[in-house]
C-alpha cells in the first residue's frame, strides 16, 4: 500500500512539476524571439556607426568600443538563438508526449 500511495504522489508532484515549465515555454519563446530581433536590429546598428566611425577617422579608442560593442551584441544572439533552440525543442517533446 505504501508503494503504490508513494508511487501515485510521486506521479503527481512530478506531472505538477512539468505544468509550469511547459507553459514558461510559451511564454519565453515569442519573448525571446523578439528580444533576438531587437539585439539583431541594434548590432546592425552598431555596424553602421563602425563603419562611419572608420571613414570619418575616429580615434581608435572609439573604434574598440564598437567593435566590444558588436561583440556582445553577437554574444547575446547566441545566448538568445540558443535559448529559442532549447524551448523549441522542449515544445516539440512535450507535445510528441
Not at 535559448?83 to 516539440?92: E, F, S, T, V
Amino acid at each position: 500500500m505504501r508503494v503504490a500511495a508513494f508511487t501515485m504522489l510521486t506521479i503527481c508532484l512530478g506531472s505538477s512539476a512539468l505544468l509550469p515549465a511547459q507553459a514558461g515555454s510559451g511564454i519565453d519563446l515569442p519573448t525571446d524571439q523578439r528580444e533576438l530581433q531587437r539585439y539583431q536590429w541594434q548590432l546592425q546598428q552598431d555596424r553602421n556607426r563602425l563603419v562611419l566611425d572608420r571613414r570619418s577617422r575616429a580615434p581608435k579608442l572609439q573604434i574598440r568600443e564598437d567593435q566590444s560593442q558588436i561583440q556582445h551584441d553577437k554574444a547575446s544572439i547566441r545566448s538568445l538563438r540558443a535559448d529559442i533552440r532549447r524551448d523549441q525543442r522542449l515544445r516539440r517533446h512535450y507535445h510528441g508526449m
